[in-house]
């Protein structure tokens, strides 16, 4: 049965806030916090492509387009228009739904190499756009002068304030995609996955629903956009390449991506390893980018949410040897 | 030599040239996917790799190490065939639960390790390769003609007939087509899959080699080319039909005309993106492609 | 509803499938009347599939019409049909084998439900409540089809049986007035094709009209009050089951070639 427990979920809100108070009192991880802002980022990308690839089986190699249109919509219409920024925020969501639509409906009724290369093309194109609209986005010098985010007077303008912005947004979602995922729909979408043809016959508007998903992954990946441009101030067009996409791509291989929680572990294993771990390899990590997602393909093809239950296996094995 | 006046009419015929030589590069590619694909089913994102690798491999082997074309062109093409059958031991067969996506993240995983290893001997930078047969330009028309050109359309020619006689006069080409058309009938009859599937791989780096090696003169190449060539050969795959060879030579031909069309008359920032566009449009509006039935596209396994 | 389609449930007129150039189904016209089993054998390669996908909305026929309850429905999506109230079960099994058996059947429940995507992501409490009422009904379904007991295992750990009787459950989830039936007893042993034969009994005591396609002939004269024989594509007998057993055409073109794939 597909029941998530609540004790879990309960220690990760916990972990979200003591973290930063701990990391303060050690010096070797002062810098986590910021670390775990673009953790938290891209978790809400993972999230919505957990969804997508994981429950509804339908793959997206153009994640970095929507993510890219959060971040262009709310620096252009900050910086250049100067409107406020969650209303951008909420503005930048419904450009990538509609785009999402556009896209998703033609693009999802393809299947497997068909529907991955159509979402790899489409954030392509996309990358293009921002590249060459030079009026518009400053090209690949990018755009600076997008403000920070600020509540009734309240300016998240340190580290730890916008981590727990981040976070908040990121709990928020978790949960919601949770209670999706126990829902009617959830169950629609892990039919879908397994026999698009069954789901019809159960009555299932497996387009529709494919489309639901794909949209709704799209609102997060341009939530996370706007909150990367609202940290950094500055976006340039090389954030939302395709090796965005395909990054996003090994952290969901990485973590899980048949259970919600790979998402997030998938998106904090990476963000560390290429912030942090992977700092003297410079360049180069990109060969062990696909080292990793290779050995897990092979050998983890449940990501690390499936290790538990390989010990499981391994200890119940050695158990009825002895 | 005296300017002469280019005509708008000289200026398409030059575009259409351009165009061709760089479609018979996509077509390549193309057929490299199927190849594969007919075999296994397997789109392999890395194709576009072996175009890069053919490209800075010849330039190692021609301009650094000084060997000779005659030399260094087949040495190319085997140092980059041994690089397809690593790909195939260590990417692919070793996949237990082998699905759509788990082989197409493979394929990624391989073509983003082969990148980095290629940035990593020969760095950022592009390398020019001498062309084979000199760069004075032939004129035709008023358009520029590169002899280059004619290597790559040439080669293109070669690729196919050697193709043909291999998949309809050898028994071991005749043995692959069995494993495209059932795989569970051929290795009933005795034919070895798995060797099928490595010879494959084998195959089709070959072709991107050569694909890399003629194409590096007029286009130059990088460590981080491959990803972009992989998907227009496959926008050339869609258009053509999956798994058609003549589709194939068709679909990168139109490709590559529409791409040079479109950078010259309309927006040469947007050069990739018509490439792309096109590549949509054929999924979303004809996914069986030009010279393929709907009926048989619908019903392909995957 | 006109005179005409009075009492029939299904009317299926002069349909036609071709597939490339290949004729799968010509010119067939049968209908089924409310409350009976109706069969529909002959060999394979005869279209019995195909025309159950057509009647299920999988494909929408070259030619002819499908009328349900008197409303052509030949071009309507396989979900829309499934909501006005036919269902059907799969020859080649296709249960969501990575969900348990209790989820399966709740799947089915999905068109007599209503529930958006923001509802249960909030976990609205109506919501909560409608999750409480499916479980229950799924369980009746189980409880009706004999596998309450195995209601947490995944779908793909039932042996054959259990899994034909589970796409069985799963179909009757969606409330259908019409079940098209594919093969519900191949590959089963006695005691399980006994079972299915009971089942299929029970579902038309419920009122739910039958169709059944099968090529076990003693389930067929068993549970079908009429028989429909097809042979490459086309109707080759029709009528009450007793007469169809006699029919030396349907003999010729059925009985004889399966009494030989038995042997």
Redo the contacts between chains.
Sequence with gaps: ??RIRKLPIIIFALFIIVFPLVSRLIPAIQNYPDLMIFAGIYSLITIGLSLLMGYAGQISLGQAAFYGIGAYVSAILTATYGLNPWFCMVIGMIVAAIVAVLVGVPSLKLKGHYLAMATLAFGIIVFIIFNEEVEWTGGPDGMSGIPGLSLFGFAFDSVEKYYYLVWFFVFSVFV??I??IQ??????L??I???E??????????SRFKV?VFV?SAILASLAGSLYAYYLNFINPSTFDLFFSIKLLIMIALGGMHDIWGAIIGAFLITFLSFEWLHFFEEFEVIVYGVILLLVIIFLPQGMVGIPKILKGLFNKKVSNG | MPMEKITFANQLLQYLITGLTVGSTYAMVAIGFNIIYNVTEIINLAQGEFVMLGGLVMVFLHVAAGLPIVLAFPLTVIIVTLVGMLLDRLAIRPIRQPSVLTLIIATIAASIIIKGIAMFIWGKDPFDLPAFSGRHPIHFLGAVIQPQYFWIIGFLIVIVIFLTLFFEKTIIGKAMSACADNPGAASLVGINVKRMILLSFALSAAIGAVAGITITPISLMEYDRGAMLAIKGFGAVVLGGLGSFPGAILGGLILGTIESFGAGLIHSGYKDAFALIVLLGALFLRPSGLLG?I??SKFKRF | MDKESRGKILEVEKVSMV??GLMALINIHFNAKEGMVKAIIGPNGAGKTTLFNII???FSPTEGVVRFRGKPIQKL???EI??LGI??T?QTI???????V??NV???C??R?R?S?IA????LPH?KH??EQ?RAKAMEILEFVGLAEKF?ESADSLPLGGRKMLEIG??L??EPTLLCLDEPAAGLNETETEKASSLINAIKEKGITVLLVEHDMKVVMNISDEIMALNYGEKIAEGLSEEIQNNPKVIEAYLGSSEEDRA
Excluded: C, P, Q, W
């Design positions: 049965m597909l919601f995609t209670n999706v829902s009617r729909t959830g169950r629609a892990r039919a996955h397994s026999s043809a069954a789901s019809s016959a159960m009555g299932i508007n497996v639901v709704y | 039935s009926e048989v | 597939f490339g299920t909305g999988t999506k396989a979900h499934a909501e269902s059907r799969f296709e249960l969501f084998g990575n969900m348990t209790l989820e709740m799947v089915g999905h068109t439900t529930s995507f249960s992501g909030l976990r919501d409608k999750e499916i947490s799963r179909a989830a969606t």
